[in-house]
């Protein structure tokens, strides 16, 4: 299906493990953006990329890792998770770098859940 | 650095009745601003967006905003609320020298009374 979609949709992990989100966009988007939605917060972001290969901080990036090898793909990974990384997780794709042509398409979203 | 602030956490209308969800914002220049709404289980949706000219923006699904430069607010409105419209809703802001990065208030959760 076209769009963009998100892996899993549900994860329960524990203290200290690894725990790697997915997300898939059918688009050919060059940036591509991870948020993070928490009661009170709104949506923060984590980390973007601008293209494969590139990837730059947000606003929230500690604890967090990135990386972009295809354009369609943008994986999320928590080294060592933590109970304050119980959140939901929200990935998000733009075609173009210019905020006028740029709507942010998002996906359904991963709840995480850190024990 | 930009902000965004959705003072009103929850709000509960009538289904039929006129709705106001207030956004304002924290910006040096004139910003990039959006709404978006977000169902329940579901990613978010741009409702509406304002970058340049007719302060006066409309969306989709029957909304409006309007940007008011003198108070910095892009307050979103809607005439007739339906059952449907139960969501939360997102204001949003850019910065015109950041292209790639928003920055979104923390939310207003709508409800609807039969």
């Known amino acids: 299906d076209a769009g963009i979609t998100q892996s899993p949709r549900y994860k329960i992990t524990e203290t200290g493990r690894q725990v790697t989100l997915m997300c898939h966009q059918t688009?050919?988007?060059?940036?591509m953006f991870w948020y993070r939605q928490d009661l009170g917060h709104g949506l923060r972001l984590i980390y973007y990329?601008?293209?494969?290969?590139?990837?730059d901080k947000g606003e929230v990036p500690d604890g967090y890792v990135v990386s972009r090898s295809k354009t369609e793909n943008f994986p999320l990974t928590l080294e060592s998770a933590t109970r304050s990384q119980t959140s939901v997780y929200f990935c998000a794709s733009s075609e173009s770098k210019a905020l006028i042509h740029n709507e942010q398409f998002f996906g359904p979203g991963t709840r995480l859940t850190v024990l | 650095a930009q902000s965004v602030t959705q003072p009103d956490i929850h709000i509960t209308v009538s289904e039929g009745a006129s709705l106001e969800l207030r956004c304002n914002y924290s910006?040096?220049?004139?910003?990039?601003l959006f709404w978006y709404v977000q169902s329940p289980g579901q990613g978010l949706q741009l409702l509406l967006k304002y970058f340049s000219g007719d302060t006066l923006v409309q969306g989709i699904k029957g909304f409006e905003a309007e940007f008011k430069r003198s108070q910095s607010s892009f307050n979103l409105r809607k005439p007739s609320v339906h059952w449907s419209d139960a969501a939360e809703y997102f204001c949003a802001v850019g910065a015109r020298s950041s292209a790639s990065k928003i920055i979104f208030g923390s939310g207003t959760r709508l409800s609807i009374r039969p």
């Open positions: 910006y040096g220049a004139t910003p990039y």
């Open positions: 990329s601008a293209a494969a290969d590139i990837t």
């Open positions: 688009w050919s988007h060059s940036y």
